[in-house]
């Protein structure tokens, strides 16, 4: 369960971070948007590849779990 969590997690972070360019802006929204609102988009991307990155080491420990946070980073960049 913690996997799909993760990559849940890494998966929205990554589709915030790419929102946050503005190539990604005008072939989703047409348009560029302001740049407050690109680093809302900025912010909570990296908020939540950090959350990714806690799901990760909480559920199996540090040894592993950063391991584990390369593969579902890997993952979910496909």
Do not use: E
Not at 23 to 43: A, C, E, I, M, W
Not at 45 to 74: H, R
């Amino acid at each position: 369960m913690s996997w799909i969590v993760a990559i849940a997690l890494a998966l929205s972070g990554f589709a915030g971070l790419s929102l946050a360019m503005n190539k990604h802006q005008r072939s989703v929204f047409g348009q560029t948007l302001p740049d407050q609102q690109s680093r809302l988009y900025r912010r909570v991307g990296w908020a939540l590849i950090a959350a990714c990155t806690a799901v990760c080491i909480v559920a199996f420990d540090w040894s592993f779990g950063l391991v584990a946070l390369c593969g579902v980073a890997t993952l979910a960049s496909i």
